[in-house]
């Protein structure tokens, strides 16, 4: 079945800082793939997304790339804000996931410090 | 504003109570959902609805239920028999199912006591 898989966290940075968090996904097809953000004591939000290979999706800083050929999509951001702090995930869609919605991997916390 | 509302934000509840969280929507989409978020677990699909009056299981419906008699609501009940039902619940709704972005309210936390 379908699967994301996210490096654990949580990741700490200072402001300013190059930020990466590696997502890697398992599944049939061709899936399109999201990254949703989720900040203190509320619900998620779409960042961004790539709905085929070697698409880039890009939103307030943040890119990923989804690369096929290593079945990743990583994110991105060159310069890091103490706002950033939240929880992200990774997760997927596609024409084969049947009778589920998006499969999530499973978060990764960002701590920025000033 | 279009959006989802979730209530109550915060519930307490007593071994063996039977809790209803209620979501609503005015965005006119077709499909809900509802998922259970754990620390360290991320999130994971209790129940969706495609469209009024359908409803199927996700991965983990055991001691849950819910119904769909108006596009606008999805509300989600548990019951005495989730064994473990202490977490953070969130629902979200969708143009379609599939279509891959999902709008998500602000959550219920459940405490059972």
């Known amino acids: 079945g379908n699967s994301v898989t996210q490096m654990e966290g949580p990741v700490t940075l200072s402001e300013e800082a190059f930020l990466t968090i590696n997502c890697t996904y398992t599944?049939?097809?061709?899936?399109?793939l999201f990254w949703y953000v989720q900040y203190p004591g509320e619900g998620l939000q779409l960042l961004l997304k790539?709905?085929?290979?070697?698409d880039k999706g890009s939103n307030k800083g943040f890119e990923a790339t989804y690369r096929k050929e290593t079945t990743s999509f990583h994110l991105e951001k060159g310069s890091v804000q103490v706002s950033d702090s939240a929880v992200y995930f990774c997760?997927?869609?596609?024409?084969?996931?049947?009778?589920?919605?998006?499969?999530f991997g499973s978060g990764t916390r960002l701590q920025v410090q000033p | 504003d279009g959006g989802i509302t979730q209530s109550p934000k915060y519930l307490f509840r007593k071994e063996g109570q039977n809790v209803t969280l209620s979501c609503e929507q005015n965005?006119?989409?077709?499909?809900m959902y509802w998922y259970r978020q754990d620390p360290g677990q991320g999130l994971r699909l209790i129940y969706y609805?495609?469209?009024?009056?359908?409803?199927q299981k996700g991965d983990i419906a055991e001691g849950y239920s819910v119904s769909r008699e108006k596009k606008e609501s999805f509300p989600l009940t548990v019951t005495s028999a989730q064994k473990n039902p202490t977490a953070f619940y969130l629902c979200?709704?969708?143009?379609?199912?599939?279509?891959?972005?999902?709008?998500f309210g602000e959550g219920s936390r459940l405490t059972v006591l």
């Open positions: 979200a709704s969708s143009p379609g199912l599939n279509t891959g972005e999902l709008f």
């Open positions: 599944a049939t097809g061709y899936p399109s």
């Open positions: 790539a709905t085929k290979a070697d």
């Open positions: 997760a997927l869609s596609g024409p084969y996931t049947g009778r589920r919605a998006l499969t």
């Open positions: 965005l006119n989409h077709d499909a």
């Open positions: 609805s495609q469209i009024v009056n359908d409803f």
